[in-house]
């Protein structure tokens, strides 16, 4: 099957199969849970229990007693939901759907970067290796980050990673002045300033809403910055009728399902391609993830060690998180 060399199952797939229908009876069967990133194609995304940005992905994965958690999202995605349930088995279809930004923090590198500053606390963004959740204090997700700031004194020197963008962002909401690891997401980063000020030329009435992990001068010039799940609930709730998105193009289905009255257009690249496609999370498609289910494979193993320690600043965030109103 090739799995090592190939990252999922290299396995033909009958075209005359339904694999929404298949997807739904393995789900049934084997008690499986289908939790999927915003990010995913639209037909994962129709088909999963659940959708969501990576604090609500982390929270359902900690609170699920399904057998099987089958994570449709990137591999750092489902190395969270197997730290937070190391007696289910955890699938995703394929293992080669990283993270350019996890890959922006290689472990080591970063461990003799924090031994160079021992006065300081690590607060590391969900996006990073298990490795590097191992060597923080706390995580924090794009939507609970600034909570998880104001909660620390602020006497406490700070160490962010592996974001430059939102830590800058952070920086300046807080007042704080963290260390940022120069790390970055490559599909926020490409993102045209100059593309999007001429599109909202054509568009008058459109407004420019922008995840922070972009870069600061389109952050400036948005009129809402969040997570993904705050850019949604920003789109459905607000009275304009026209939207600029700056971020990986898969939330304009859910935007689209949730407001359907509405206009959603993508912001343009500063790339000769019309394409802000995360190309890690694009890896997974449904015939993947129907043959990850039906062969339990590829799965996410993890050495307790490791585990346990990258457990505790994710269990920090929850307990934070919780302590904020920000979840139940």
């Not at 099957?1 to 990252?7: S, T, V, W």
């Not at 499986?32 to 129709?46: C, F, G, N, R, V």
């Not at 609500?56 to 750092?76: C, E």
């Not at 998880?148 to 002045?177: C, H, V, W």
């Amino acid at each position: 099957m090739n799995l090592e060399k190939n990252g999922f199952l290299d396995v033909d797939v009958d075209p005359t199969i339904d694999l929404f229908a298949e997807i739904e009876r393995l789900k049934k069967e084997k008690n499986a849970i289908l939790l999927a990133h915003y990010y995913q194609e639209p037909d994962i995304q129709d088909v999963a229990d659940y959708i969501g940005d990576s604090l609500g992905l982390a929270q359902q994965a900690a609170k699920t007693d399904a057998d099987i958690i089958v994570f449709a999202g990137v591999h750092f995605m489902a190395e969270t939901a197997k730290i937070l349930n190391p007696h289910k088995k955890v699938l995703l279809p394929d293992l080669k759907a990283g993270c350019s930004l996890a890959d922006s923090a290689p472990a080591p590198l970063f461990k003799k970067f924090k031994e160079q500053h021992p006065d300081h606390i690590v607060v590391s963004y969900i996006n990073c290796s298990a490795e590097i959740k191992a060597l923080s204090d706390i995580i924090c997700t794009s939507g609970n980050a600034e909570k998880i700031i104001e909660s620390i004194p602020e006497d406490q020197p700070i160490i962010f990673a592996p974001d430059k963008n939102l830590g800058a962002y952070l920086n300046k909401k807080t007042g704080r002045n963290m260390l940022l690891w120069n790390g970055a997401c490559m599909v926020h980063e490409i993102f045209s300033l100059e593309k999007i000020t001429r599109l909202k030329m054509r568009h008058p009435k459109a407004k420019l809403i922008a995840h922070p992990e972009c870069e600061d001068p389109i952050l400036r010039e948005a009129e809402f910055v969040g997570s993904t799940t705050q850019l949604l609930k920003f789109a459905v709730k607000d009275d304009a009728q026209e939207y600029i998105v700056a971020t990986e193009t898969g939330i304009l289905h859910q935007m689209q399902k949730d407001a359907p009255h509405k206009t959603f257009i993508p912001a343009p690249p500063n790339n000769a391609c019309a394409c802000n496609d995360c190309p890690h999370m694009k890896l997974n498609t449904l015939e993947k993830l129907y043959l990850c289910m039906e062969h339990e494979l590829p799965e996410i193993t993890m050495n307790e060690q490791l585990r346990v320690a990258a457990l505790k600043p994710i269990e920090r965030m929850l307990e934070i998180s919780r302590a904020a109103g920000l979840i139940g």
